[in-house]
């Protein structure tokens, strides 16, 4: 099925642990995002790539790197892991263009530092 | 720089009445308009968008939204509501012609549906 694929589903870090978060999108788009979502804040965005070979902060972008390997995938990186990005993380991609302009994201990450 | 308001946090209504979640957004043109939905435990899934012309937009789910200029709101309504409807929602606001092409979203209305 196309859409955006997110590994792994859950993770459990401990203070200081270092992890990727990987996403790949098999639907040709140019822009690829990560977010977080945290109760009663919604979602909000820590990097994203509008283009193959390009990327930048976006809201939240602190403790956080990330990766576009190529069009297809777009890695978030912890160095090391605070109690702090406890969250569920989002990767979602969008075409960018005319009509089919729209986010579809991935199914999350729910990770926890301890 | 755009911004998205969601005013209720949380609201109950009664399975068979009918729904209305608000949404006001901040920007100096006409920006591309959309609603998403999220189970518990789940990704989100996009309800509906509006771009341009009409200005009342049919989604998925029998959902609808009306767009508003002059009040800059994109509230999202629904006959009447249906138990399965129980979830997190979320209006968001993208610019067009931007070069990444960024969606906000506003901090969402939990939707609860009482028997």
């Known amino acids: 099925n196309a859409g955006v694929t997110q590994t792994p589903k859950f993770q459990v870090l401990k203070t200081g642990q270092s992890m990727t978060l990987q996403c790949a999108q098999d639907?040709?788009?140019?822009?690829m995002y990560w977010y977080r979502q945290d109760p009663g804040m919604g979602l909000r965005l820590i990097y994203y790539?509008?283009?193959?070979?390009?990327?930048d902060k976006g809201e939240v972008p602190n403790g956080y790197n990330v990766s576009r390997l190529n069009k297809r995938e777009f890695s978030l990186r912890l160095e090391s892991a605070a109690p702090s990005q406890t969250s569920v993380y989002f990767c979602?991609?969008?075409?960018?263009?005319?009509?089919?302009?729209?986010?579809?994201f991935g199914s999350g990450t729910r990770l926890t530092v301890v | 720089a755009q911004s998205v308001t969601q005013p209720d946090i949380h609201i109950t209504v009664s399975e068979g009445a009918s729904l209305e979640l608000r949404c006001n957004y901040s920007?100096?043109?006409?920006?591309?308009l959309f609603w998403y939905v999220q189970s518990p435990g789940q990704g989100l899934q996009l309800l509906l968008k509006?771009?341009?012309?009409?200005?009342l937009v049919q989604g998925i789910k029998g959902f609808e939204a009306e767009f508003k200029r002059s009040q800059s709101s994109f509230n999202l309504r629904k006959p009447s509501v249906h138990w399965s409807d129980a979830a997190e929602y979320f209006c968001?606001?993208?610019?067009?012609?931007?070069?990444?092409?960024?969606?906000?979203f506003g901090s969402g209305t939990r939707l609860s549906i009482r028997p």
């Open positions: 790539s509008a283009s193959e070979g390009t990327t």
């Open positions: 509006y771009f341009s012309g009409d200005t």
């Open positions: 968001a606001v993208g610019v067009p012609y931007s070069s990444a092409s960024k969606i906000i």
């Open positions: 979602a991609s969008n075409s960018g263009q005319g009509r089919g302009y729209g986010y579809t």
């Open positions: 920007y100096g043109a006409t920006p591309y």
């Open positions: 639907m040709n788009h140019n822009s």
